[in-house]
């Protein structure tokens, strides 16, 4: 797991998540990519997506470019669910770009989760997760350029 500043370069810090931090979750995917091909976790533990996550990526999830580092025939795509207050307690799956863009531009914050699905083999694994809306995007829309 790696913290980035939102407005800072992409390099991993030792520091704990603050405000407005972003948190990378490669370092732990590649932990558990490793252990399935090891031999030490099987892929019936990973690959076990909820329907619903499945449906979502099936319908409206956004292609990685990347092959299933699990089943290795299918591409993963990406599934974002925002959480926030005045959302559905599921958190709201945004269809697209311009939904995910209003809802983090909300004035109340929400937290954004970015999902690797593959719809093949049902493989899924957190990649990050960062804070929108609030007073982070008040900062932006102050911000001259921003």
Avoid at 32 to 43: D, F, L, Q
Avoid at 93 to 122: I, Q
Wanted: with cysteine.
């Amino acid at each position: 797991m790696a913290v980035t500043p939102r407005s800072g370069p992409s390099g991993s810090s030792s520091t704990p998540p603050a405000a407005g931090a972003r948190v990378e979750y490669r370092l732990a995917r590649n932990a558990v990519v490793r252990a399935v091909r090891g031999g030490r976790v099987g892929v019936v533990d990973v690959c076990d997506a909820h329907p619903e996550l499945l449906r979502a990526a099936r319908n409206i999830g956004t292609p990685s470019g990347e092959d299933c580092p699990i089943c290795e025939e299918a591409a993963t795509v990406q599934v974002t669910y925002v959480f926030g207050s005045g959302l559905p307690p599921g958190g709201r799956c945004p269809a697209t770009k311009t939904e995910l863009n209003r809802l983090r531009r909300r004035e109340e914050p929400v937290l954004c989760y970015d999902v690797e699905v593959c719809p093949a083999c049902a493989w899924h694994h957190l990649t990050r997760k960062y804070p929108a809306g609030g007073a982070t995007a008040s900062a932006r829309r102050l911000r001259p350029g921003g």
